[in-house]
Structure formats: C-alpha cells, structure tokens
C-alpha cells in the first residue's frame, strides 16, 4: 500500500531498514518435514541509504548479502522487522504491499543481479527485454516505448542497432548493460545492485563500475551495492555496512572505515585486498583466515571469536551489541575502544 506523507523532511531517507530479520527454516527431508533448526540469514539489521547515496555491504559468502538485498527489494518476505521506502512523498511500508499489486513500488526500487546470462529471457530481443516493464505497468507501449527503450539503451553506451538482437549475440558486459537499462528504463529511485559485476571480466568491471556511477549521477540514483570484493566497495561506496553471519558488525563513511576499522574483521577484509589482486581471486575467503561460520551453529560470545587475533576470555563468553561510536559509526567489539587496527590510504 502506498501512502502519502505531508511535510516529508528533504532529508528523509529513500529506504529505512529498521530491525530486519529473514529467518530460513531447515526441514528435514520426507514426509514429516519437521524444522530440525532455523538459518538466521539476516538478524537484527538496521540502516539507512539516502538519495543519492551508495551504500556498500560486504561480507563473505554466506553472510546474508544477497537476503538482506532480496528483502529491501520484496523479492523475499521479511520475517520480522521494518521496511521503508520513499519517493518524493510516497511512502511505501513493505508490510502493507501486496504480492500481486507492488507495481507502484517496483518502479521505484529495481535490482541488478549477478548473473547478466540468467537475467534475461533469451528468447526475448533487447527491445521487449528492456520495455517490458513499460508495457507492464501501462507506462508506455508502440512508438513510445521504442523511443524510450532506444534513449535509456544509449545511456548504457549500446546503440539502438543492438535492439532487435537477442542476448546470445551479447558479451557478458553487453548484456550486464541491458540488465542495467532494463533497471532504470522505470526511472527508479533505489537500486539494490548484488554483485554486479562479479560475474564479468576483470578487464571491463571498471567500465561496468564507472557506467554505474555515471547514471547515479545523471538519474540521482540511491544504491544498496551488495559486494564480497572490498576493493569493489572501496571503489563505490559513500558509505559501508561490514556483515557477518546475519549480522552488521560495523558501519561508518567509506573514508572511516578504510582508514580506522574499528572492528577486526574489517581489518581482515581490508588486509586481504591486496593479496585479491596479486593472486588475481575474486573470493574473499581465499585470502581471509579461518572459514565463515556455520549459521546452524554459530560460536557462544562474540561469532567471531574464533578467527579473532584480539579475542580474550570475554569475547567467548558475552555477545558485543552492536553500539554507536561517535557520529555516524557503529560497532560490535568488546574492545574497539582499545584496539588500534590497520587501515589503508588511498
Ligand atoms: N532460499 C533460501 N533457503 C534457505 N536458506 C537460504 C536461502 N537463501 C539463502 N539461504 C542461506 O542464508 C545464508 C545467507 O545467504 P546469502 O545468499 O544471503 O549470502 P551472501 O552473503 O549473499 O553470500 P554470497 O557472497 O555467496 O552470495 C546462507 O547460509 C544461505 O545458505
Ligand atoms: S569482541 Fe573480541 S573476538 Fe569479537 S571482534 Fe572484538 S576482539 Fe575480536
Ligand atoms: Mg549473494
């Protein structure tokens, strides 16, 4: 449901997450299918992303990255807590949109994935992938979807001889670029970009980075960028949010964070960013010591603890909440205060 907010501040954010929780039930295979645990893939996550704003979120695999993403964008069904967006006035409460009438909301919050092959229908030309969206939500069909189809396929550097063309004939940044106009054909406010350009040649994810925050600029675009190479963060974020096993462990401006981590495991992602590009791996747990943990059976005390080379008998035995340190940051360390962790310069 959509409402419409008067004397909405300027400044209120385009997307307010208050205490989100998306809970996986485990069932047992067979007939009974009892819950034999549950699979706390985001737990207790709030945040904010303002217009015009990115906001990094980067974690290693496992973390709850691509749920938190699915969420914010009602792919999934939250379990518990508070969604919020706004346009302009309207206000869009995700407890109270509906599966089968969210057109409204979908113009407004569109996503980019990761994997620009399975994205799109390949029986489908670029033209009907691109302008579908117009046609469904009644914005603009014949002469006049084509003619916005061919301006926003421009933008994203093709040419409008590519749009009777099927997505085969495309390289995978090509067809990156089509996800990309299919997502702001709709002149959307938030974008939720998991991953996107992981999945391309290291050779053109720059171009794809840069073509990102071109149209960020040109369209005022706010963008959740969902990412496990800190390197890519660095690179787009204004702001970053640190997850581990469901959980945001610290939060503060790209500059704060890269500078003083505050807490460990961002001084660990930060340490491995180097050894990313030496060894040419794109996974952040090639270069980071210890595993993730196991959701299912998460450590007593702080989750962390384990693969921690600060820990003492405290964070074994007493779980750190997540606490504001100045400002605009937040932490989750028993010892942040007295820790001194190494940041990097750009
Ligand atoms: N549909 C689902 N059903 C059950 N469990 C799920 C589902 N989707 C994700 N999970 C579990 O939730 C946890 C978080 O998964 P998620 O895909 O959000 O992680 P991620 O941070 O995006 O990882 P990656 O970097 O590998 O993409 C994982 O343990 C995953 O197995
Ligand atoms: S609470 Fe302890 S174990 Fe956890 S990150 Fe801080 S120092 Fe390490
Ligand atoms: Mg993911």
Known sequence: MERVETNSPEAAPVLEVRHL?????????????RTIGVIKAVDDVSFVVRKG?????????????????RC????????????IVRSGERVFHL???????????????????????SSLNPRMSVLRSVGEPLLVN????????????????????????????FPHSFSGGQRQRICIARALVLNPQLVVADEPVSALDVSIQAQMLNLLKDLQSEFDLS?????????????MSDRILVMYAGKIIESGSRDDILRQPLHPYTEMLLKAVPKVSRRGSGRLQDVT??????????????????RCPYAKKVCREEVPVLRAVGDQRQVSCHLAEE???QGVFD
Do not use: W
């Open 21 to 33: 929780k998306k809970y996986f039930p485990l069932q047992q295979k067979g007939l009974l299918r």
């Open 53 to 69: 704003e990115t906001v990094g979120v980067i974690g290693e695999s496992g973390c709850g990255k691509t749920t938190l993403g």
């Open 72 to 83: 914010v964008a009602y792919l999934y069904e939250k379990t518990d807590g508070e969604i």
């Open 95 to 117: 407890d109270e949109l509906n599966r089968g009438n969210n057109s409204e909301f979908r113009k407004i919050v569109q996503v980019i994935f990761q994997d620009p092959f």
């Open 138 to 165: 009644g914005i603009a069909s014949g002469n006049e979807l084509e003619a916005r189809v061919a301006d926003i396929i421009q933008r994203v550097g093709l040419s409008v001889s590519h749009l009777q063309r």
């Open 223 to 235: 963008y959740l960028f969902i990412s496990h190479s800190m390197s890519v963060i660095r690179y």
């Open 289 to 306: 010591s210890g595993e993730p943990p196991d959701l299912l059976n998460l450590p007593s005390g702080c989750v962390f603890h384990l």
């Open 339 to 341: 820790l001194v962790l």
